[in-house]
């Protein structure tokens, strides 16, 4: 089983306080969607996401309800529970998924612009919006370790950045458990999704992941982070290869839920 790292050097809550308060002050807050300065922060909201009340308000315009099974939205007289048109035929590896909102208008923007070099700090950010939403959720999840959706290694040489991991890395450090980087390999190069329809994504991605050996995953609630979720095909393929290597479950975290049909 993965444990988590002792915080044997984490500064005490008066000393975090006083570094954000410092560093506030040298660099004033701006919000990471459209860079507007933000107000300054009210007690007991330390923890509000970085956007400005316009930009957060159109982030979490495509919330509403959704499918527990799947994140895709439904109306908001259906059980969550039960699993909606999109996924009632799927027999998804995954458990459940927790989302942001749909991959529409301010929120497909920003994962967009995530998706460029040196956009860690908007990625951050959604990942602290999302948290807000969904963190309480994702607690009661009892995760174990968080694994991101790892890039083929050729990618790397042009897309440095990779938002599932920045991603991973704020959730882990909110639920306090391991980012296991190191669980989970891309072996094969594959065709970008975007452009395939949604029977060749599923074949695009077969046998493309594979757990590492040393993974030490046995019983773990694994949470596994990525951007976009369209048709789950990615998730799926992920989590299969997590339960073969030990894993308990797999709930899969997303910051939007794509509109994609299969």
């Not at 807050?29 to 909201?45: F, K, M, V």
């Not at 070099?117 to 919006?129: F, I, K, Q, R, V």
């Not at 948290?131 to 990618?155: K, M, N, T, Y």
């Amino acid at each position: 089983m993965i444990r988590s790292p002792k915080n044997r050097w984490r500064l005490p809550a008066w000393a975090r306080a006083f570094a954000r308060g410092a560093a506030d002050f040298v660099y004033p807050p701006a919000c990471r969607l459209c860079t507007a300065d933000l107000a300054e922060r009210e007690p007991g909201c330390a923890d509000r996401a970085p956007f400005c009340d316009s930009c957060r308000a159109e982030l979490l315009a495509t919330r509403g309800p959704a499918c527990v099974k799947c994140g895709a939205s439904i109306g908001p007289y259906l059980d969550p529970n039960v699993p909606c048109s999109f996924c009632r035929n799927e027999n998804y590896a995954f458990e459940r998924v927790y989302r942001l909102g749909v991959y529409d208008t301010a929120l497909r923007t920003a994962c967009l612009r995530s998706k460029s070099s040196g956009a860690e700090p908007l990625t951050a950010g959604l990942a602290d919006l999302m948290w807000e939403c969904e963190g309480a959720e994702l607690s009661e999840a009892r995760i174990d370790v968080v694994a991101p959706v790892p890039h083929h290694w050729f990618r790397r040489f042009y897309s440095p950045h990779n938002p599932a991991a920045t991603l991973g890395a704020a959730w882990a450090g909110r639920l306090k458990v391991p980012q296991a980087t190191h669980i989970l390999r891309k072996c094969r190069w594959t065709r970008p999704q975007a452009r395939l329809l949604p029977y060749e994504r599923r074949q695009n991605l077969r046998n493309a992941f594979q757990a590492l050996p040393a993974a030490g995953l046995s019983g773990a609630v694994v949470l596994l982070a990525d951007d976009v979720m369209t048709t789950g095909a990615t998730a799926h393929e992920i989590s299969k290869v997590l339960l073969q290597a030990g894993a308990a479950r797999v709930v899969v975290g997303v910051i939007a839920r794509g509109l994609g049909r299969r």
